[in-house]
């Protein structure tokens, strides 16, 4: 069955140190691997998906099939990153995500 | 364009009764999912709705059911609310059925039971 980790219910760094959010997955399939972003009392977004190999507000996150993981990371943290953060996994047949638990991103001046 | 809308945003339900929550897609997206948030479970897929037609199912009791309609707006409804059912409902919709489409989530609508 699909399965996705996060580990840490909370990471707490202070402005300007790097940051990395982990996640790890188990899933049968070639996965799609995506991280949404919820910003305090705004909805849930998409901030990448690992198709992109892009670099969004200075995120990246790398998709390690060996070790079945896709963690966050950015440099430099900046206060307005502070947010929770969710890794999903989208099933192959359908709209359908697989969230991990969450964890909370405090970035401390 | 507008994005995901939900209604209502809040509501309060007593035991036993049964709920129904709405929403209406971005224009032009024919894929609509719930998802239920709560503290200990986090999030947790429902269902998907694709032209009408249930594509996907979550692990959810057959109190949770919803439904698609025409001009793609969704609803869904549980009865026999228990207090567990307090949650925040989130509806999601994306643009096709095609790998991988962005899924983009309304605000969700608060439904506490008492």
């Known amino acids: 069955a699909q399965r996705v980790t996060q580990p840490e219910k909370l990471l707490s760094v202070f402005k300007g140190a790097p940051v990395e959010l982990k996640c790890n997955y188990s899933?049968?399939?070639?996965?799609?691997l995506f991280w949404y972003v919820q910003y305090s009392r705004q909805r849930l977004q998409l901030l990448l998906r690992h198709i992109s190999r892009e670099s969004i507000k200075g995120f990246t996150a790398d998709l390690n099939k060996g070790e079945t993981s896709f963690h966050l990371k950015k440099p430099f943290a900046q206060e307005e990153d502070s947010a929770m953060y969710y890794c999903a996994l989208q099933h192959n047949a359908g709209n359908m995500l697989t969230f991990g638990g969450g964890t909370r991103l405090m970035v401390k001046p | 364009k507008a994005g995901v809308t939900q209604t209502p945003r809040y509501l309060i339900k007593t035991r036993g009764q049964q709920v129904t929550l709405s929403c209406s897609p971005i224009s032009g997206h024919r894929s609509v999912s719930w998802y239920q948030q709560t503290p200990g479970q986090g999030l947790q897929f429902l269902f998907e709705?694709?032209?009408?037609?249930?594509?996907n199912k979550g692990n959810f009791p057959g109190r949770f059911s919803g439904r698609q309609f025409s001009n793609s707006r969704s609803e869904m409804n549980v009865s026999t609310l228990e207090l567990g059912d307090s949650a925040l409902y989130l509806c999601a919709s994306s643009l096709a059925a095609g790998y991988s489409p962005t899924i983009y989530f309304g605000e969700g609508s608060w439904l506490t039971v008492v």
């Open positions: 899933y049968s399939g070639s996965p799609e």
């Open positions: 709705y694709f032209s009408e037609t249930q594509r």
